[in-house]
């Protein structure tokens, strides 16, 4: 992993759009069924929006039929951090980027056991679309 990224929230404004400025920073969370991610397809890595970090590769991504993208796991774990959100009255596991602190989504227990014909992890890792960017692979 490289070193982490460390900006004032102003750099953070001026190098965000506002919709990722307000979920990646201020750990909203985009519209249901509105990112751009949600349906793709492509192969290819997608990658933390504010600073490139490598977090989930696409044959982890499936469709949780949530309305956000979702992964079974990301491609490291020392790429993510998961810490407990207290917010809105319940308890959920966040999961930010662990270079630059950006909120992702979330972590939940009700993912597949087996995802493409090979063993998955069990896990829901529920992302906002506004903060991932894909690099696809070349074909």
Known sequence: MDEPVKKTENEWRKALTPEEYRVIRQKETEKAFSGQYLHDQDKGMYRCRACGAELFASDTKFDSGTGWPSFTEPVSRKNVELKDDFSHVMHRTEVLCKRCGAHLGHVFDDGP????????????????????KLDKQKE
Request: charged share 25%; proline share 5%; glycine share 10%.
């Open 113 to 132: 056991r087996e995802l493409n014909g090979r063993p998955a992890s069990g896990k829901r890792f529920c992302i906002n679309s506004v903060s991932l």
